[in-house]
Nanobody, 117 residues
Framework: QVQFVESGGALVQPGGSLRLSCTAP???????????MDWYRQAPGKERELFAR???????NYLEAVKSGFTISRDNTKNTMYLQMNSLKLEDTAVYYC????????WGQGTQVTVSS
């Protein structure tokens, strides 16, 4: 089973910051640099949603809800993607996942981000 590994989640107060990482212990298919990479999140009681993408040319796209506080980046030399999250809000509480596009992997365990005072 080929999966990404997400890390960096934690309990943080509103207005705080976190940096998430996403890497793949096993890589299959074309080189990492040729894929777009996506961040998803699933809040309690809600569907998993795609909220950020970085293309193979480093073009980034975000859902409006996260555009002002989140920054997606990648290091192709390490097959790793990052998500810098600033000014976190209560509604950012979710399990965060990553995946590639196209040819997605199976879902990994995700990393829990809890924003609470």
């Amino acid at each position: 089973q080929v999966q990404f590994v997400e890390s960096g989640g934690a309990l943080v107060q509103p207005g705080g910051s976190l940096r998430l990482s996403c890497t793949a212990p096993v890589w299959t298919g074309n080189p990492y640099s040729s894929y777009s990479m996506d961040w998803y999140r699933q809040a309690p009681g809600k569907e998993r949603e795609l909220f950020a993408r970085i293309s193979n040319g480093d073009i980034t796209n975000y859902l409006e809800a996260v555009k002002s506080g989140f920054t997606i980046s990648r290091d192709n030399t390490k097959n790793t993607m990052y998500l810098q999250m600033n000014s976190l809000k209560l509604e950012d509480t979710a399990v965060y996942y990553c995946d590639r596009f196209p040819a997605p992997y199976d879902w990994g365990q995700g990393t829990q981000v809890t924003v609470s005072s």
